[in-house]
């Protein structure tokens, strides 16, 4: 069984949609997935068959007030609006809907990574959970604290994937994976630094201790799993996608020049897939 991972990154994971928009244009399939916060929304384009809908994402839509704006912070206490982006735009009757009856038939095993606020445990969300235009588990997936408030599904609140397990390799093996892609958004050889982490997580500690305390772990985390992956890269397990550079590029950046470039370099890097499916 062949797995893909999109860990995610804000719109840095333009990059990850240039990777599904190679494998899509020369047919490349796989049997499983786990996408975590904007890699959960790539999966699902993926899945759906839907070539560069998430490029219009990151490349229109990202710029509108409405998708992410102090205003919407001011106003909703969110700065992200995750409802524009996963029901007002995504719906059958909206702007650029998702193919549902598409993604629900596609034989592929779909997993979306959040991290369950109640338990402090990850949570794996599948098509099961999803309905047409009901799509809220991307937005559980898709959460960051502080940034957003918590997305709340059947009373339980929910918060970015990331937060727990960032790179959920082994969790693919697991489940029965042979050999597994992984898409980041940063370089393979970046180890995250602790101090971002560490500031956020003392602001969230006012709101939520539990997933204040995951926060101040999580470069730890990271980096341990990050290293985990290379080693199995070694072994032939996985395959890291990764840009080289992605320059000055944060999690919300909204340079269209950085983000064009960082979605030409996943959909050239994507070319070394097919090989590793394929053994060579």
Do not use: W
């Not at 993926?46 to 219009?56: G, L, V």
């Not at 592929?108 to 369950?116: E, I, P, R, S, T």
């Not at 994937?161 to 970046?190: H, M, N, W």
């Not at 772990?217 to 550079?245: C, H, M, S």
């Amino acid at each position: 069984m062949i797995g893909i991972i999109d860990v995610g990154g804000g719109t840095r994971d333009i990059y990850g949609a240039g990777v599904f928009d190679y494998c899509l244009e020369h047919h490349i399939t796989f049997d499983y997935g786990i996408g975590i916060s904007a890699g959960s929304a790539n999966l699902a384009s993926f899945t759906a068959k839907q070539y560069k809908r998430n490029y219009h994402f990151f490349m229109d839509y990202a710029f509108r007030e409405e998708y992410m704006s102090l205003k919407n912070f001011i106003n909703k206490g969110s700065y992200v609006d995750l409802d524009y982006i996963y029901y007002t735009l995504s719906r059958k009757e909206g702007e650029n809907p998702l193919d549902y009856e598409t993604l629900k038939n596609n034989p592929m095993k779909f997993n979306v990574l959040a991290y369950n606020a109640n338990t402090g445990e990850p949570h794996i969300f599948t098509k099961k959970d999803i309905n047409q235009d009901e799509y809220r588990i991307f937005s559980a997936s898709s959460c960051l604290p502080i940034v957003c408030k918590p997305v709340n599904i059947e009373g339980v609140p929910y918060y970015d994937g990331g937060i727990i397990e960032p790179i959920p390799v082994r969790r693919a093996l697991e489940d029965g994976c042979d050999k597994v892609v992984l898409i980041l958004t940063r370089p393979k050889d970046y180890m995250r630094d602790s101090d971002h982490d560490k500031l956020n997580a003392n602001i969230l500690s006012k709101i939520d201790k539990k997933a204040s305390e995951h926060l101040r772990k999580r470069a730890e985390v990271y980096n341990a799993a990050l290293k985990d992956a290379l080693e199995l890269e070694k072994q032939g397990k996985v395959l890291i996608v990764a840009p080289d550079t992605i320059g000055h590029m944060s999690t919300l950046s909204k340079e269209k020049q950085n983000l064009y470039l960082l979605y030409r370099k996943g959909y050239n890097d994507a070319e070394k897939i097919a090989r590793f499916i394929r053994g060579e």
